[in-house]
Each structure stands twice: as structure tokens, then as C-alpha cells.
């Protein structure tokens, strides 16, 4: 069974940064794509930046030129540098990875799994 363990979120002023990580595990062949996701209170779940397993990168309008994806396919982990971060930001941060692990009943099984969350606050 495949596990993602988000942690660096907290409390930053405006303008300030944060860094965020996500980190697979389990019996893990290949991982696609990771992703961040975030949701604010009220909102609904949004696409915050894409990576693939190449190293291919995607974001979301509202974080271009602030937000940077990144990640260590030894490590399994993704992270996201966020820079100039605003009130807007708030929200809690949820890592998405999409892969292929060893399967319990088959050689393996297509994998689509979220990490907790881990609380991202932007005041003053």
C-alpha cells in the first residue's frame, strides 16, 4: 500500500516563504506524476502544480513566477517551493501521486493516493 506523508506547512507573513514536502512510500515501481492541491475553507479542492516523472512542470495561473515544483524520483518526493505567498494562499496543501506499486493479489496495480494535508497560513 502506497502512503504519502506531506510536512513543512505553518504559519508565514505575507511576502514570506514556505516549503513544502511530500514524500512516498511503499512498494513503489514508478511514480508518474505528483501533484499539489489545495483547498481553503468554502473552496473547493484546486490544481495548484504538476510534475511529471521527468521532470515536466504545470501551475495553476494564480502561483506562475511564485510557486516552483520539484522532485527527487530516488526519494520519492515532491516539493513545492512557495515564495511571495499572500493572504489568498491560505489553505491546506494535499500532495496527489500517481504511479505503479507491487500488487498484493497481481505482479503489480495502478496506484492513485493522497497525502493528509498539512495547514498553510498566510497572515500578518
Known amino acids: 500500500q502506497v502512503q504519502l506523508v506531506e510536512s513543512g506547512g505553518g504559519l508565514v507573513q505575507p511576502g514570506g516563504s514556505l516549503r513544502l514536502s511530500c514524500a512516498a512510500s511503499?512498494?513503489?515501481?514508478?511514480?508518474?506524476?505528483m501533484d499539489w492541491y489545495r483547498q481553503a475553507p468554502g473552496k473547493q479542492r484546486e490544481l495548484v502544480a504538476r510534475?511529471?516523472?521527468?521532470?515536466?512542470?504545470n501551475y495553476a495561473d494564480f502561483v506562475k513566477g511564485r510557486f516552483t515544483i520539484s522532485r527527487d524520483n530516488a526519494k520519492n518526493t515532491v516539493y513545492l517551493q512557495m515564495s511571495s505567498l499572500k493572504p489568498e494562499d491560505t489553505a491546506v496543501y494535499y500532495c496527489?501521486?500517481?504511479?505503479?506499486?507491487?500488487?498484493?493479489?497481481?505482479?503489480?496495480?495502478?496506484?492513485?493516493?493522497w497525502g493528509q494535508g498539512t495547514q498553510v497560513t498566510v497572515s500578518s
Open positions: 510534475i511529471t516523472n521527468i521532470g515536466l512542470t
Open positions: 496527489n501521486a500517481l504511479g505503479r506499486a507491487v500488487g498484493r493479489t497481481s505482479l503489480f496495480t495502478d496506484f492513485d493516493v
Open positions: 511503499g512498494r513503489i515501481l514508478s511514480i508518474n506524476t
